[in-house]
C-alpha cells in the first residue's frame, strides 16, 4: 500500500525580535524542504512568513473585499502548497527580516484555511511555526479553544519549533504569556513540541530524514491456551544514514529494468563442475544444481524438495514460553543480546488486548520478571528466541515490551573465545576504580542530557542539504564553505564536563599504562589455502622453512579430507601426504608427518564415510618414516611395516 503524502504548511517569524535568529531559523526550514524533496517527493508544502512588511495572503484579501481593511496583516504567502522544489530553497536562502507585528494566532487561522481551501484529501495534514515567541498576542481564550476545535476537525497536527535563549530575555513575560495561549491550545489537538536553547541549535531541529515505526509483526501474543493478545511490534531505533547517489548505466534508457538486473543490464548464474584432473569445465544445467548445508566438516546435499523436512515449526506468532529474573545469578546477561532493539506493544485497535496487555507488563513490573518467547514473524522465518523486559505506561508511550533477540542455533565453534582465567588480567581495585571514575566524569546528563540520540541532529546530512540549496541559488558556482556552524557546535568540547574528565583520564592512563605490545606470531596455516595448497606449500616452504611449512601442511590435510564432497579431494590429500613425507625425511622432520598419521587415523575411524580415504593412503604404500630413514625417528622398521595393517579398516 503507498504511502499518503503530506501537506505542511510552514510559518516563519521575520519580526523585529526573531531578526538575530533569522538566518538560523530560514535554513532549519530549507534543510526540511530539502529533506522532503529527497526521501517524501510526494508530501507538498506551502512557506508563510509572519512579522513580514508585506500582507500577502488570500484571508486579508478575503476580509478586504468584505470592507474589512487591516486585517491578518504582515503574514506573507511566498510559496502555494505545491511539491516543494529548488524555488523554495531559493526564497529560504535570501528571505529578509520583517518589521509587522509578528502575531503567530493569525497566522495559524491563515494556515488553517491554506489547508481548508484544499478541500477533502488523504493526505496527512500539519502547521509547523518556528518562532522564539517574543511578540505578545492578545486573543480571548474562547477564541483560542475554537482555532483548536477547527484544527482537530480538520485532522491537523501543530508543531512547534521554539527558541528560548539567554539574548530573548528582556521578553520573557511577552514569551511566557505566549506559551500560556500555546500550551491551552496544544491540550485540545495533537502536537509535537521541540525547545532548542541556542540559535545554532535550529538548524537541528528537524530531522534530516523522519522515519516512522515500521511494523515488523501484527498477530497474537500467545500468552496461555485461553488468553491471546493482539500485539504489534516494530524497531526501537533506526539508523539515519548518509544518503548515497543512485546507480545509472547508459543500457537503462530504453531496455528498461529488468527482473534481478541493474539498470538495463540483465544478470544471471552459470554453473560448471570443475574436474582438476581431466582440467575441464563442464557446464551444469540448472535443473541439475542442488543445495547443500555444511555439518561441521561435511557437505551435504539437500534438495529443495526436502528442505522442509529439515527445519523448525514455523507456525507465525509470538509464543510465551515463560519468565525469568531482571536482576541477580539467574537473570540472563545482556551481552547475550543480539542485533536492534525492538518495541512490542498492544494493537490500539483491540481494547481488551490494551487492557490485557498493560496488566501483563505491570505484573512483570512488580514481580521483577523479563519474558522469553518464541517468535516467527512470517512463514518462511526460522524462529527467534527472544528476551523482553516491561516498560510501564508514561505521557510519551504505553506500556510496552522491550524484545531482544537471544542466541538459539548460531554456531561459534569457529570463534576464538579469549579466555579470562589468566590472573595478569584480573583488573585491581584501583584499576576498576579508574575505570568507574572515567565512565562517571565523561557522562553528558542528566538532568539535561547533552548530545541525547534524539536531540542531536546528523550534521554531515544538514551540511549537505544546506550546500545543494546554495548550490542551486548560486547556480552551482560557488565553493564548498570551510565552516558550518552545526558541525561545529555539534563536535565541540563540552567544557562543563572537561575538568573532571581530564583527571579522570589521566588517572586512566596510570592505572592501565600501555606499550609496544609483541608481535604476535603469524599463524603459517593460513597461508596454504585450500585452492591450490601444494603450490602454496611450496611457496611456503622456500619462505618460511621446512619446519614451519611442514607443520602448516599437517595441519591443512586433515581439513581438505573431512572437507571433501565425497571424494573428489582424496586424490589431492593424498598427493599432499606423499610430498610432506618427502619433505620431512629430506629435513628430519619425522615426527611431524608421523603425528599426522595417527591424527587422520583418529579422526577417520568412526567416520564411514571418510574410511575409503585411510585406504586409499594404505594402497599408495604411505607408511610412517622410522629410524632407517632418519635417525631422529621414534618409529622401528617393523613397527612402521605393520603400521597400516593394525589399522586396517573393515567395512
Known amino acids: 500500500m503507498a504511502r499518503k503524502g503530506q501537506e505542511i504548511v510552514l510559518l516563519l517569524d521575520v519580526g523585529p525580535r526573531m531578526h538575530p535568529h533569522l538566518a538560523h531559523a530560514a535554513r532549519a526550514l530549507a534543510d526540511l524542504l530539502t529533506s522532503k524533496m529527497w526521501h517524501r517527493p510526494r508530501d507538498e508544502a506551502a512557506l508563510f512568513l509572519y512579522g513580514s512588511s508585506t500582507t500577502r495572503n488570500a484571508v486579508a484579501e478575503e476580509m478586504a473585499a468584505a470592507g474589512e481593511e487591516g486585517q491578518y496583516e504582515g503574514i506573507e504567502e511566498l510559496h502555494p502548497m505545491g511539491p516543494p522544489d529548488g524555488q523554495y530553497l531559493r526564497t529560504l536562502h535570501s528571505v529578509q527580516p520583517g518589521d509587522g507585528r509578528a502575531d503567530w494566532f493569525d497566522a495559524l487561522a491563515v494556515a488553517a ?86 540559535p545554532v541549535d535550529l538548524l537541528g531541529v528537524f530531522r534530516a530524514h523522519e522515519v516512522g515505526a515500521t511494523t515488523t509483526f501484527a498477530g497474537v501474543l500467545q500468552v496461555t491456551k485461553n488468553v491471546a493478545v493482539q500485539v504489534k511490534m516494530s524497531g526501537k531505533t533506526k539508523q539515519e544514514k548518509f544518503p548515497g547517489p543512485a546507480t545509472e548505466t547508459e543500457a537503462q534508457a530504453e531496455q528498461g529494468l529488468v527482473e534481478g538486473g541493474v539498470g538495463g543490464l540483465q544478470r544471471a548464474k552459470l554453473f560448471k563442475y570443475v574436474d582438476e584432473e581431466m582440467d575441464q569445465n563442464v557446464e551444469i544445467p540448472d535443473e541439475d544444481v542442488i543445495g547443500a548445508y555444511k555439518y561441521g566438516a561435511n557437505i551435504v546435499p539437500v534438495p529443495d524438495n526436502e528442505k522442509e523436512d529439515y527445519a523448525f515449526p514455523r507456525d507465525k506468532g509470538l509464543l510465551l514460553l515463560g519468565f525469568v529474573d531482571a536482576e541477580g545469578e539467574q537473570a540472563l546477561p545482556r551481552h547475550y543480546y543480539m542485533t536492534d532493539t525492538r518495541v512490542l506493544v498492544a494493537d490500539k485497535a ?148 572537561m575538568p573532571g574528565a581530564e583527571a579522570a583520564a589521566a588517572a586512566a592512563r596510570e592505572a592501565f599504562p600501555m606499550g609496544q605490545a609483541a608481535k604476535a606470531s603469524r599463524r603459517s596455516r593460513r597461508l596454504i589455502g ?31 579430507v573431512m572437507g571433501s564432497m565425497g571424494e573428489s579431494k582424496f586424490d589431492q590429500a593424498a598427493e599432499l601426504v606423499e610430498r610432506l613425507r618427502e619433505v620431512c625425511v629430506t629435513h628430519e622432520l619425522p615426527a611431524v608427518f608421523n603425528a599426522l598419521l595417527c591424527a587422520l587415523y583418529g579422526r577417520l575411524k568412526d567416520d564411514p564415510v571418510k574410511k575409503p580415504f585411510w585406504r586409499k593412503l594404505e594402497n599408495r604404500g604411505v607408511q610412517p618414516i622410522d629410524r632407517t630413514e632418519v635417525e631422529a625417528s621414534q618409529m622401528e622398521p617393523e613397527a612402521a611395516s605393520q603400521f597400516f595393517s593394525q589399522r586396517h579398516f573393515t567395512d
Open 530 to 560: 585450500s585452492d591450490a595448497p601444494l603450490a602454496d606449500f611450496e611457496s611456503l616452504l622456500l619462505d618460511a622453512g621446512p619446519e614451519e611449512a611442514c607443520s602448516a601442511l599437517a595441519e591443512v590435510i586433515p581439513e581438505i
Open 113 to 198: 484555511a491554506a489547508l481548508k481551501a484544499r478541500g477533502h484529501t488523504t493526505a496527512e495534514k500539519s502547521i509547523v511555526v518556528l518562532s522564539n515567541f517574543c511578540e505578545r498576542v492578545e486573543v480571548e481564550p474562547d477564541d483560542v479553544s475554537d482555532l483548536a476545535g477547527r484544527l482537530q476537525q480538520m485532522g491537523v497536527r501543530l508543531e512547534l519549533a521554539k527558541l528560548y535563549c539567554a539574548e530573548d530575555e528582556e521578553w520573557e513575560v511577552d514569551r511566557a504569556h505566549n506559551l500560556n495561549l500555546l500550551a491551552a491550545m496544544c491540550t485540545e489537538l495533537d502536537h509535537t513540541e521541540r525547545e532548542v536553547a541556542a
Open 350 to 497: 483491540w481494547d481488551a488486548s490494551g487492557v490485557a496487555f498493560a496488566a501483563l507488563v505491570t505484573a512483570m513490573l512488580n514481580q521483577g520478571q523479563h519474558a522469553v518467547l518464541r517468535l516467527v514473524r512470517t512463514a518462511r522465518e526460522r524462529p527467534q528466541l527472544c528476551i523482553a523486559a516491561p516498560v510501564a505506561a508514561s505521557g510519551a508511550a504505553p506500556a510496552h515490551l522491550l524484545v531482544n533477540v537471544l542466541p538459539f542455533m548460531e554456531d561459534f565453534r569457529d570463534y576464538k573465545f579469549p579466555s579470562f582465567t589468566k590472573k595478569s588480567w584480573v583488573p585491581s581495585e584501583e584499576q576498576l576504580e579508574a575505570a568507574r571514575g572515567l565512565v562517571l566524569a565523561m557522562s553528558l546528563g542528566p538532568p539535561q542530557e547533552q548530545l541525547a540520540p534524539e536531540g542531536t541532529p546528523y550534521p554531515q546530512v544538514h551540511r549537505l542539504y544546506y550546500e545543494l540549496g546554495r548550490r542551486f541559488v548560486s547556480g552551482g558556482d560557488e565553493p564548498l564553505q570551510d565552516e558550518d556552524p552545526l558541525f561545529e557546535h555539534v563536535f565541540a568540547p563540552r567544557w562543563g564536563t
